[in-house]
């Protein structure tokens, strides 16, 4: 779906983006972040509320978000502050694509709105009338207009119930692991970690999109499919934040594929599914 679509769903940031500098500054010296300023446009007829990046500073600025001292290069990816020595972002904000240097709080905001933007991107017009739907409902429900979280979460969550009433898993399996990335960057990481152990059962069961499993534990052999590099490391890196032992990260996974297992009638046992981790974790120790 081309991006100009898109583009025509969203607030455009006030004009004011590039000129907030004594502003921010004030708000900084009474304690605040720069992301605690509000923006002038407070519209609520678009998709989306993008007026909370009004306040982020463009890359064009070259400026520290924590310290606002003058950077004689903004960052393209992560960068610490020559000056305050805080670890500061390169981002793009989702559609209008504006480039912006962003704290590590406004990062996970801005990394959250790619993710639904991408989802949105990736469904369709079917999956943006769903949106709006839901967002009209919750502030129906609530008396008020739903945080954009809410609105994603309850979407992808109706999806993902759907996707396992058709036996979809692949499907299933791809909104887990989004609702898993979703809540790490909200830093809900004991939930965050739940789901992304739930993916790699998933994952070990081989399940595909029409009910089959490519492994199956009816017949005498069988191959584990291969578990994804990158969200292993994922879930090894929410480990360590947590700090979870080895022993108790696997009693937490053998617990959470038993509960997958029974209620989806999945068929590799929750062991069988560790031992396959337990392999893949070790390679990354090596």
């Given at each position: 779906?081309?991006?100009?679509?898109?583009?025509?769903?969203?607030?455009?940031?006030?004009?004011?983006?590039?000129?907030?500098?004594?502003?921010?500054?004030?708000?900084?010296?009474?304690?605040?972040?720069?992301?605690?300023?509000?923006?002038?446009?407070?519209?609520?007829?678009?998709?989306?509320?993008?007026?909370?990046?009004?306040?982020?500073?463009?890359?064009?600025?070259?400026?520290?978000?924590?310290?606002?001292?003058?950077?004689?290069?903004?960052?393209?990816?992560?960068?610490?502050?020559?000056?305050?020595?805080?670890?500061?972002?390169?981002?793009?904000?989702?559609?209008?694509?504006?480039?912006?240097?962003?704290?590590?709080?406004?990062?996970?905001?801005?990394?959250?709105?790619?993710?639904?933007?991408?989802?949105?991107?990736?469904?369709?017009?079917?999956?943006?009338?769903?949106?709006?739907?839901?967002?009209?409902?919750?502030?129906?429900?609530?008396?008020?207009?739903p945080e954009d979280r809410d609105v994603f979460w309850q979407l992808i969550n109706k999806y993902r119930i759907n996707m396992a009433s058709s036996k979809a898993w692949g499907l299933y399996r791809n909104a887990t692991h989004r609702m898993a990335e979703f809540l790490a960057l909200e830093g809900k990481l004991e939930s965050s970690l739940?789901?992304?152990?739930?993916?790699?059962?998933?994952?070990?069961?081989?399940?595909?999109?029409?009910?089959?499993?490519?492994?199956?534990?009816?017949?005498?052999?069988?191959n584990f499919s291969d578990l994804a590099p990158a969200l292993v490391a994922k879930t090894l890196d929410i480990k360590e934040q947590l700090n979870l032992t080895d022993e108790e990260f696997k009693?937490?996974?053998?617990?959470?594929?038993?509960?997958?297992?029974?209620?989806?009638?999945?068929?590799?046992?929750?062991?069988?599914?560790?031992?396959?981790?337990?392999?893949?974790?070790?390679?990354?120790?090596?």
């Open positions: 779906m081309p991006l100009s679509f898109f583009k025509k769903l969203f607030e455009k940031p006030s004009a004011q983006i590039h000129s907030r500098d004594k502003v921010v500054k004030e708000q900084m010296q009474k304690g605040k972040q720069p992301s605690t300023i509000q923006a002038n446009n407070s519209s609520n007829s678009s998709l989306f509320k993008l007026d909370i990046f009004n306040s982020y500073l463009s890359q064009e600025e070259a400026k520290c978000p924590y310290c606002l001292e003058k950077l004689e290069k903004p960052p393209t990816r992560k960068r610490k502050c020559p000056h305050c020595k805080e670890t500061m972002y390169g981002r793009t904000l989702p559609v209008i694509k504006r480039k912006v240097v962003v704290t590590e709080k406004q990062r996970n905001k801005v990394d959250q709105y790619n993710l639904i933007v991408s989802e949105l991107e990736m469904y369709g017009n079917d999956y943006i009338k769903k949106y709006r739907e839901i967002k009209n409902d919750l502030k129906s429900k609530w008396g008020f207009e739940d789901l992304y152990i739930e993916v790699h059962y998933i994952d070990t069961n081989g399940a595909g999109n029409s009910g089959q499993f490519h492994n199956d534990e009816t017949t005498s052999e069988y009693d937490r996974y053998i617990k959470i594929s038993s509960i997958t297992k029974q209620s989806l009638q999945f068929p590799i046992e929750s062991k069988k599914s560790w031992f396959k981790f337990e392999k893949e974790m070790k390679s990354f120790k090596d």
